[in-house]
């Protein structure tokens, strides 16, 4: 396993794959990873020739407020993981490589993000679209694999990545749990033992509300309220929002019809949490 800090080494080292006729594999993450992302590698690695990992804590989607600076960083745990997973190349680049002096250049997807997470992070998926566009640059991957945890984001690159005319294939992997049902995040390691406890109830309202919505009821704000109530009950966190949206548009829906991806992201302590599950109705 290589770990590369130089754009240029990675183009090389790219360029090479290809002219050998490898299959290349990319999960972009920012690091301090887990089981989740271990979901995402593996697939990358059953898939591919060449499976790259990138680790990069992206300042430009996080907002002023946001937690870059103590967002949570472990290079020699995501080493000893990425090759747990036989990652043959990590690209660890740094902010100045990415964002040198002068960077003036920003992707922008319409639409997708005035919904969920968008209007409550302003700049943040441009953020996460500009520096996915940047990776996929540097590596020209055949494969991207992304998570259904970020479902708004995974929509997202999907529909830039259609827009742009890239050859690269999207994946999307289903969400990795703890055994109490909460979602994998590396934010997760901010929680106290009690906000963690009951983190639980995020998982368990909106499956639910899935139950829900197979028995028949098709009334969005009586599934919003639901949930609410279950979360309200349950634990001592602020709800950002919850909502019913079209799984393609993501615009929020007053009946559930089609396939729908029902979302929430709440605040336990400072800690902010997002989960989602999809149900076809
Ligand atoms: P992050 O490091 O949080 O930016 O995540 C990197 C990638 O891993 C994204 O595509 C995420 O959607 C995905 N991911 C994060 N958590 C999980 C999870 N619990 N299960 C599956 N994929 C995940």
Redesign the pocket.
């Known amino acids: 396993m290589k770990t590369i800090t130089s754009i240029h080494q990675m183009h090389e080292l790219v360029s090479l794959a290809k002219r050998q006729g490898k299959k290349i594999g990319f ?11 271990a ?2 590698l593996r697939q990358c690695r059953k898939e591919n020739n060449l499976c790259i990992l990138s680790i990069f804590v992206n300042p430009k989607q996080f907002g002023p407020a946001e937690d870059f600076r103590r967002y949570p960083r472990n290079k020699k745990h995501d080493e000893m993981l990425a090759k747990k997973e036989k990652v043959d190349i990590i690209f660890y680049p740094s902010v100045k490589t990415m964002y040198p002096t002068g960077y003036l250049t920003y992707v922008h997807v319409r639409t997708l993000a005035d919904h969920l997470c968008g209007p409550r992070r302003p700049g943040h998926f441009d953020g996460v679209t500009t520096i996915v566009t940047k990776l996929l640059n540097i590596i020209n991957p055949d494969v991207l ?6 479902a708004q ?2 929509v997202i690159i999907a529909q830039m990545i259609d827009d742009l005319n890239w050859p690269t294939r999207v994946k999307i ?5 703890e055994p109490s049902g909460l ?5 997760n390691s901010y929680l106290s033992d009690p906000e963690r406890y009951q983190a639980q109830a995020l998982y368990r309202s909106l499956r639910m509300a899935k139950k829900l919505i197979q028995a028949g009821e098709r009334r969005s704000g009586t599934i919003k309220q639901k949930i609410n109530a279950q979360i309200k009950k349950n634990t001592l966190a602020r709800v950002d929002y919850i909502e019913c949206v079209d799984a393609k548009t993501l615009v929020p829906l007053r009946t559930i019809k089609g396939h729908v991806i029902i979302a929430l992201a709440v605040f336990l302590g400072k800690t902010r949490l997002i989960d989602n599950i999809q149900v076809r109705a």
Request: net charge positive.
């Open positions: 999960v972009p993450t920012m690091g301090y990873l887990h089981a989740g992302h979901a995402l694999y992304l998570g259904q945890k970020d984001q995974a992997i289903a969400t990795v749990r979602a994998m995040s590396s934010r």
